[in-house]
Structures are given as structure tokens and as C-alpha cells.
């Protein structure tokens, strides 16, 4: 049976997104890479400038979520190239790059962003999509960083309220543009820390 499969959309009268977590198991799953003085290689380490760089987001990935509260059944989440660039600007001009927790729990301020860019195509260092979205964080938390070589933290995972839109047509091989308004009466009657909850549980 094909899961249904929701587009995230940015909203301009939404937060959107504000707070990266630093998680164990990362919902796109890419996890980290880090910088060598060289070139960006995979699942190594720089002693020297303690600098750790992941996948936010990958345009047209299909993300596999276990139910919520608002959506009864296991679904897809997926985004648009066109949607994550605004995401990534948004998450700047807001100034909500140091927001961070530790799997989406404990707030944290031992690493600091040092870059934010989009993949201009697809031969890149990393092997992901044209308009993937790659932080960069310097991390002084030495705790942290032993904790990161050890394999505890893998990735990153977003933090915000996301507008979700269901396409009916849309099958896990077949992405289209056609989407229905899916936000339910349930869920626009949550509270603000219930429907903070609810987003959350996405992305663990």
C-alpha cells in the first residue's frame, strides 16, 4: 500500500524554522560529514578546527514519519528545492542558526554555525541533490565533539512549525504538484506547546 506523502511548504506567516538539533538518528538520513583541511570527507575528523558539517535537507526525499496526533497513519514528507532555499534564508535572517538542542530535548550552546549554503548541483563533495541544504558548525563543547567521533550524534534535524500539504496523486515513485489543504480541525485546535510537540515528534 503506498503511503500518502505530505509537501512541507514554507509559510510566510508561519515561524517556519527555529532551532537545529543535534540528533543520534537524522530523519533524512545523511549523516555527518567533516571538513579536512583538504576537502570535505565523509565521516571524518578535523582535531584541529573541530568543524562538522551534515545535510539539513534534500530536495525530493521522501522522509517515512510513524503517525502523529494530527495524522493518523504512517506517512511521507517530502520538499521542493524552491521551498528548502527559502527555509535556509529564512532560518538566517530570523537569526535562528544558534538555536540548539541535543535530540530535540536539552538546549545547547557549544557549537556555533560558521556556514550555511545550498548545493549548486549534483557533483558535489557530499553526493547529495542540486539544492540540498549543508550547515557547518564549529563545535567548542569538547564533550560533544568525543561524543560526535563516537558515533552518539549523527546528523542534524530541524526544529519549527511546518505547513504540510497532502497531494493525493503522488505515490512514493511519482512526485507531482498538485496538492489539497490538509490541515485538520484537530490540529488547528491544538495548543501552541501541543502543536510544538506534535512537530517535533516528525523529526525524531
Known sequence: MDLPIYKVIFDEENINIFGMSLVDVPANQTEWITMSKDEPVKMSYNEEKHLVSGVVLRPGQLIYRNPTKSIQTPFYMSFEASDIEKFAFDFLIQNNQNNLTLNHEK????????????????????????????????????????????????????????????????????????????????????????FIEEIKKLFK
Do not use: C, H, R
Open 107 to 194: 538546549d545547547f550552546n557549544g557549537a556555533k554555525l560558521v556556514e550555511s549554503y545550498l548545493t549548486k548541483n549534483e557533483d558535489n563533495a557530499i553526493g547529495v541533490e542540486k539544492g540540498s541544504w549543508i550547515l557547518t558548525y564549529k563545535v567548542f563543547d569538547m564533550k560533544l565533539w568525543e561524543e560526535i567521533k563516537e558515533g552518539k550524534f549523527n546528523g542534524f534535524s530541524l526544529e519549527g512549525y511546518l505547513s504540510l500539504v497532502e497531494d493525493t496523486q503522488i505515490t512514493p515513485n511519482e512526485l507531482k504538484d498538485e496538492t489539497d489543504d490538509n490541515v485538520s480541525e484537530e490540529e488547528k485546535d491544538l495548543s501552541d506547546e501541543e
